[in-house]
């Protein structure tokens, strides 16, 4: 099901200079939203190849905390929109181990750029087909369990957002388990949706 990236890039970008260009996607969004969404997908599109050129797990922690940091600066700013968004993300994570494979895939909006990146704790990085979430293999999902999310933090700009949280879930079995997490999230149809993820697992 998971298919690893070897993508590789000639030129790697410096963090300071994902950070910066982060910071001038949320100003550039004040002026121009349409504008602003094309530039955030160019940028996950880049955030994505980067994540696989890296073979230092280190550097591949600093630059998801540099990317998160660069856009989480409104925390629960708009209070519905906020609130909305947190339900959506506990559905999302109750529904995928009940099993409720309709309700999960109910989260999720396919699109060309949609990208599901996953960080083990050993540093490899795996890119898995948002398609595989929203339509999974038979008895890989409702395997039980519960899960927390904790540590919100958001940004939302129009119809676009940026979450960051953590999640700890407890397997059938009792095992437990943390992740950090970056979801990328659109309002489709005044619903919003999943569009993509980075899991880091801790």
């Known amino acids: 099901m998971v298919t690893k990236c070897c993508t590789k890039l000639k030129r790697r970008q410096k963090p300071q ?19 602003f969404r094309m530039l955030l997908l160019q940028r996950l599109r880049l955030i994505s190849i980067i994540f696989n050129s890296l073979n230092n797990y280190s550097m591949k922690s600093i630059l998801l905390l540099l990317f998160a940091t660069g856009f989480a600066t409104h925390s629960f700013c708009q209070t519905n929109d906020s609130t909305e968004i947190v339900r959506l993300l506990e559905k999302e994570s109750a529904t995928w181990r009940s099993g409720d494979t309709t309700a999960h895939g109910g989260c999720w909006q ?12 050993d540093g490899k990085t795996f890119s898995v087909p948002v398609d595989k979430i929203i339509h999974p293999a038979s008895g ?8 927390k999310n904790s540590n ?37 149809d005044g619903q919003w949706k999943l569009t993509g993820e980075i899991i880091q697992v801790l």
Do not use: C, D, W
């Not at 890989?140 to 899960?147: D, E, H, P, Y």
């Open 17 to 35: 200079q994902i950070y910066f260009a982060s910071f001038l996607l949320l100003e550039q969004q004040k002026k121009e939203p349409n504008l």
């Open 140 to 147: 890989t999902a409702g395997q039980g369990g519960t899960s």
């Open 110 to 121: 396919a699109e060309p750029y949609s990208t599901i990146i996953i960080i083990t704790t």
């Open 152 to 188: 919100y933090h958001m940004s939302i700009h129009g119809t676009a957002a940026l979450v960051t949280h953590n999640e700890t879930s407890t397997s059938a079995n009792g095992s437990v388990s943390h992740t950090y997490e970056v979801r990328m999230l659109e309002k489709i």
